[in-house]
């Protein structure tokens, strides 16, 4: 059964309803139909009204009924006293018979207001109940308006313009479609189907973005395309819909917002929902079957091409709003309005709603009191307009966000950083994306949940997000520093006598951040307030770890060391009693770009941990789940062997001889165990972009054995563990296969290849060749793994992946 994004289950839509089979009713029926014939001039019309004879010359020219409301207007007021329809059939039939080409339609436009005007109520039970799933009983005139063909109808009403030579008398007026589109949003959210049988007529998806022309059918459009997108079995191509730009560059700001909610379906990758499908692969299947871009990239170059979109969507993110109110009372009121809002078009249509009353107060009377004093403005918070732009902003960076992962990064990283993206960010950050109170009573979600969150925390998440892909990979990421700190950078640089990183040299300063702190320093203040396990944690320490992400760069660790960054990671895994395994894995992951290669950041967790108790705890940590702690094993171990080549440096020497965390790395048997519980854990078949990783950092510990020429060592070691367990053949024969899967995967993808290189500075060459050695088929060879399988457990023929 599907859900709608507020996560309720809508209705089944099923056929005609069922008819009484009793005899009895039949005959009286039959006769009602029979006796109510009129008379004219004195002779009986034939009774061609008959349901029987009408059913039965269905059933010989396969012509039968297109919707319930040709059933005879008798029967229907007939059952309509038994069951209870509320009059719905016998007003469609009506509505029908009023909504021709050249009818007055304001007349079908008065019926549907009374219809409206019933489903209304049912579609505001839907969205303020609680979560209950909903049944046929539970909306019963929506299920009898979509029954008897209202939804058909309204459909053929709205687009009957389009599909007509001849041009009506009586036009469309502007409230007719809103009325018709509101009604088709309140059947798509109360009755289960309505919302695919819509997202199936491609002719009507297309069309509805022509209404969004007009701005005061804009909000109804917005809306219900919204939810017919979201239950579209293949992605709309943006391409197709009708002068694609110049709607777009039509809109106003707040339509641009509204618009980017319907982006977001047409830019994202669909979540394929099955954990099977998440695997290496799987994905390497799909995109071997599925060569050519898929329509999600092909819209997201779409929007691209729009002239100054990405620029607008820049001004959207970054405009400022003036503070009606103090951070408690909008942080509350806030909280109270999300209980029953279900989107940000729902509070534009409020908004609307107000400045109309207030147009229409204002030309009625020109008492201010009476303004002051209306219905909906009386019931409208002051924060409103906060709330408001909070939600724009959610949807508009979650676009940015979007289209800085795909393949046009690098296009849409020049355009964020010519329109001043990140320098707006920080102006807004103390003020609106991270206000400073004291709150604990929201829950806070984690990001793996598909979940309804509060305005105020999507803000924070998508805000998070975005930094994280900014930063990534990119040499933009020193646009989230000020002049002083890069300044400072440079410094750095100077004082260890390493020259300064390229990327920082070519920073345009002119579109750094302003002010006394930049961005990235104000995220690192936020990330130590956050409670132990509060999610945000999580994406804050993400971002963060973007930032370090990429060849090793001294200076840019040592501006987080200075900050007191290790400390506090330290802290949360040692000392804050933190449970969560996301946010676990995020510190990890973060303390190992942090400490990679860099002394004094070894001397600085010795100074922590200075107790065998808080390593141990450490250490317990580090076990629990090695998926989450496998980068920061990594980072140790490749850190510990460039150190040992480093003798001759007093500083280095010291550290090694003193460090707890070295000297437990440094014993051969500590790295051993990690191999083998490495190798373990994974194989071809779970391989995922999560755990991945753990095959690659085997993968390091063993090109660091090669290096030494110790490689038949640790193979053999393996083999000696494979029969200690009890398991000849086991571990080693997963091995041949994750390695061989390892080469189908990696050599075909140069960003993966690239990334490897420079969180490990072992060139890719060395991975490769170091695992060809390894799936060597001569059985001589000490650094083959197939030496080291005895032939009765030798499992090397066959091909997992052609499984």
Known sequence: MALDRSGKRRQKRVGLPAWSSSAQEDETIMATLQGSQSRSGGKRRKRNGNIVTKITACQITGHGFNRGTQLPGILLEERDKRVKWHGIPTMLQKLHDSSHPNSDLSHAHSLLKVLLSQLSIEAMSFVTDDRKPAQESTYPNTYTFDLFGGVDLLVEILMRPTVTMQKSKNQMNDDLVKDCLSVLYNCCICTEGVTRSLAARDDFVLFLFTLMNNKKTFLQTATLIEDILGAKKEMIQLEGIPNLSGLVQSFDQQQLANFCRILSVTISEPDVGNDDKHTLLAKNAQQKKNSSPSRAEVNQVALLNIPGFIERLCKLATRKVSEATGASSFLQELEDWYTWLDNALVLDALMQMASEEAEQSSTESSDESSLATSPLRHRLPQSMKNVHEIMYKVEVLYVLCVLLMGRQRNQVHKMLAEFRLIPGLNNLFDKLIWRKYTASNHVVHGQNENCDCSPEISLKIQFLRLLQSFSDHHENKYLLLNSQELNELSAISMKANIPEVEALVNTDRSLVCDGKKGLLTRLLTVMKREPPDSSFRFWQARAVESFLRGATSYADQMFLLKRGLLEHILFCIIDSGCTS?????????????????????????NKYVNTEEKFQTFLTQINSSLVDSNMLVRCIVLSLDRFENQTEDVKVVEVLSECCLLSYMARV??????????????????????NVSCLNTSLVILMLARRRSKLPFYLDALREKEYAEKYPGCLLNNFHNL?????????????????????????????KETVSVLLGSDRTSSCAIASYIDEPYMDLDTDPLEE
């Open 739 to 767: 390695l061989r899967f390892w080469q189908r995967h990696y050599l075909n993808k140069d960003k993966d290849s690239t990334c490897l290189e420079n969180s490990s500075c072992i060139p890719f060459s060395y991975w």
């Open 669 to 690: 048997e500590n790295r051993l165990t990690f191999l083998f519980r490495l190798v373990n854990i994974i194989n071809v078949q779970t391989l995922t972009q999560e």
């Open 581 to 605: 395994r996301d946010v676990l894995q995020s510190y990890f992951d973060l303390l190992g770009e942090l400490m990679k290669f860099n002394i004094d950041a070894f001397n600085r967790f």
